[in-house]
Every structure is written in C-alpha cells, then in structure tokens.
C-alpha cells in the first residue's frame, strides 16, 4: 500500500529564508504529484503538479522536483513570507493505485 | 465564482441520523471525488465518480452513499451518522477521467461534521 511521508511535520523560520520541504513516498513508481496549500480551516489550493513525463515545475519562488528513482519530491521556497504560513501537502499517484494518495503534511510558520 | 461549492459549512448530528453534504462544481469537470481529513491521517479518499452515471469506491467508503446523476452535482450521503464520521469533508474535482492526479484538482472549502 502507498504510504506518503512529510518530513518535517512542522518548521518555523525566520522571514526572508529559503526552505526546502520534503516528500517520500513507500512506492517510488510515482506518475503524477501535486503540492497543495491548506490555510487554516480553508481548503486545499493547487501550487504545482508535476506530471509524469516532467521532472520538475516553478512557479514564482516555488520549485518543485521529483526524483522518480527514489520516490521523493522537495518543495523549496525562495525568500519567505509570512503570508507562506500554511500547512503543505504533497499527494502522488503511482504504484497500484491512479488515485491521489495524500501526505499529512508540514505546517509551516514564517516569522516576521 | 467559478469553483467547488460545498453545503453546508458545519453541522452537527446525534448518532444514527442521517444527512447528505452537498457538491456543486461549474467547470465542467468529469471527475469528482469526496475525502475526510482528520488530524495525523491526511485526506482519505471516500468514493470518487469519472462522470455522471459512473461512482466507485475509495480507500474508507463504509458508511457512506454517492451519486452521480449530473456532471455538475456529487452528493455524499451519510446513511446512519456514527462518532467515527466526525471529521472535515473536502469534494473535490479535476478535469481527468482516468488519473485524479493527472490534473489539477480543486477543492472546496471544506464541511465540518460533528457526530455527538
């Protein structure tokens, strides 16, 4: 069964730092991954998807990139904000499953 | 706004009642699916649809009824409320029909159950 892990579960910096997120999954046949923004008692909002012929994806400070041999996904952020405080999941689909299977996440605090 | 509607945002059941959480999406979408969200477990898939007329079974569907009669609409029907349903339901929908990851998916707001 495909299990996502999100190391670390919580992480609490300084504004203006890059910081690196990171996500591993048991099978590392992964086809599809998307990284997700949840704000407190609000939704999850779509930041990248890395389909399965693609290796990596940008958008504004964020960049994220799949190692398909090892399973894992980083999501790294340039020079935080503390509008960035949110928790960050990571879900992928792969192994023996075409569906989503999520991570619990990181939840990260930016500070001013 | 165009979007994922979910109805309602709270409610609270005494065991054993029964209720359905509504979902609307208008972006024309074939893919619709509902998770729960509880604390340590990340989202777990409850059923999923590929088009209206087609539902099929998630990772933890007991206790729970969907249809699919229009591409717009995805109930989620909770058919004897139980205390281990208390949790925040999320519908979600994408333009995919095959893969849920293959694009982007988009989530409304969230419904927060509370089974007393």
């Known amino acids: 069964k495909q299990e996502v892990t999100q190391i670390p579960a919580a992480l609490s910096v300084p504004e203006g730092e890059n910081l690196v997120l990171n996500c591993s999954f048991t099978d590392s046949a992964i086809y599809n991954l998307q990284w997700f923004r949840q704000d407190p008692g609000k939704g999850l909002t779509s930041l990248l998807l890395?389909?399965?012929?693609?290796r990596e994806q940008t958008s504004g400070r964020l960049n994220a990139s799949l190692d398909k041999s090892s399973g894992r996904s980083t999501l790294y952020i340039a020079a935080s904000q503390p509008g960035d405080s949110a928790t960050y999941l990571c879900?992928?689909?792969?192994?023996?499953?075409?569906?989503?299977?999520f991570g619990t996440g990181t939840l990260l605090a930016v500070q001013p | 706004n165009a979007g994922v509607t979910q109805t309602p945002k709270f409610q609270v059941l005494k065991t054993g009642q029964s209720m359905t959480l509504q979902c609307a999406q208008d972006?024309?979408?074939?893919?619709m699916s509902w998770y729960r969200q509880d604390p340590g477990m990340g989202l777990r898939l409850i059923h999923y649809s590929v088009g209206a007329g087609i539902t099929d079974q998630g990772e933890v569907p007991n206790g729970y009824n969907v249809s699919r009669s229009t591409t717009e609409d995805f109930p989620l029907r909770l058919l004897s409320a139980a205390p281990s349903q208390t949790s925040v339901y999320f519908c979600?929908?994408?333009?995919?029909?095959?893969?849920?990851?293959?694009?982007?998916?988009?989530f409304g707001a969230g419904s927060r159950l509370t089974v007393l």
């Open positions: 979600a929908s994408s333009f995919a029909r095959v893969s849920s990851g293959a694009n982007v998916l988009t």
């Open positions: 879900a992928g689909t792969g192994g023996a499953t075409n569906k989503l299977i």
């Open positions: 972006m024309n979408h074939e893919y």
């Open positions: 890395i389909q399965s012929s693609q």
